[in-house]
């Protein structure tokens, strides 16, 4: 019994054609007449041929993988429900094409040198960066090696080469507006990180319609910076009466310590969020939050990253989706 594969010379004896014309055909080029195309594929039917990738590879300079670079912890990535979201986004963008998703995760110097290097090391054809902090290097560095790029989202005062994000100052005026419309006057923030342009931008949004002064304490989305930044707010205004939080875990985490301190939810204190997660529904009251569609955010990346791979024209290369208020018992 011959157990080998069959080979591309094999293919194209069967199908009566030059082993060129067997190439072409597998890697997709239009040089070649319907009458062959169709042999081939009758041929590479009848014999089972499966493409060797690595050659196709060498032929096409495609590898068919795009990588997502998540520059968070284990921790965070697993534990908050946007990163989940956004994952299944990008995942349904490429279930229909041959493209496979490699995860990799970027948090020191030493991850980005060698990211880099592995990256525009002809291993991938494009990557989708997601959770940049500050004046990260990597997609400068990447592009210039001409490894195409989509990020979430923009560092500050810095416009990337192709992006998708939500309208977070719009969310967060949102979120404010209804605070007032509940008759609330001390209106806090919890603002997210200002080395992030989600951070900048969901407090921009807060400064701009909240009335009066405003309070502000910094967290880093995290549940845990949440209930820190609220023991702060606490502590410096004691007669506030709404908080919004730039992420639903900061959320909980404030109403976690607002309980803590014998504050009423709502009655006491308003509280709103910003991502609208499944994690919003569960909690004691509901959390009313902004709504950002995080899985269209992924899907939105992956189709512009192909695009840009594609070499296909694209109307944009800034995609920005709307947000809108989900309102619950917690205001």
Do not use: C
């Not at 994000?165 to 719009?170: F, L, M, R």
């Amino acid at each position: 019994m011959n157990n080998q594969r069959p080979t591309l010379e094999a293919v194209a004896a069967r199908a009566g054609v030059g082993r060129g014309t067997v190439s072409r055909v597998v890697n997709g080029s239009p040089k070649v007449s319907p009458q062959a195309r169709e042999a081939v594929l009758k041929a590479i039917e009848e014999l089972g041929y499966v493409p060797n990738p690595a050659a196709r590879t060498l032929v096409t300079r495609r590898t068919d993988t795009v990588a997502l670079v998540v520059s968070e912890s284990e921790e965070r990535i697993w534990g908050e429900p946007f990163f989940a979201g956004i994952i299944r986004g990008i995942s349904g963008g490429l279930a229909e094409t041959e493209f496979q998703l490699l995860l990799a995760m970027s948090q020191s110097e030493a991850d980005r040198e060698r990211l880099t290097r592995y990256l525009t090391g002809q291993h991938v054809d494009g990557a989708l960066l997601l959770s940049l902090h500050g004046d990260d290097p990597l997609p400068r560095h990447l592009e210039e090696r001409g490894l195409p790029t989509v990020r979430a989202g923009t560092a500050p005062g810095e416009t990337p080469v192709a992006y998708v994000d939500a309208d977070n100052v719009g969310g967060a005026r949102l979120a404010v507006e209804h605070l007032l419309g509940r008759g609330r006057s001390r209106i806090v923030t919890i603002a997210g990180p200002q080395d992030m342009g989600v951070g900048v931008d969901r407090l921009t949004g807060y400064r701009e319609t909240v009335r009066g002064e405003g309070h502000v304490a910094y967290g880093d989305f995290s549940e845990e910076s949440g209930a820190a930044a609220m023991l702060d707010l606490l502590a410096r205004v004691p007669d506030l009466d709404a908080v919004y939080a730039a992420s639903d875990p900061m959320a909980i985490g404030a109403m976690r310590e607002l309980r803590r301190a014998g504050r009423s939810v709502p009655e006491d204190v308003a509280v709103v969020g910003f991502d609208d997660s499944a994690s919003a529904r569960s909690t004691v009251p509901p959390l009313t939050s902004v709504h950002q569609p995080v899985e269209e955010m992924g899907r939105a990346m992956a189709e512009l990253l192909l695009a840009r791979i594609q070499g296909r024209e694209i109307p944009t290369s800034a995609v920005i989706l709307d947000t809108y208020l989900v309102v619950r018992e917690s205001s």
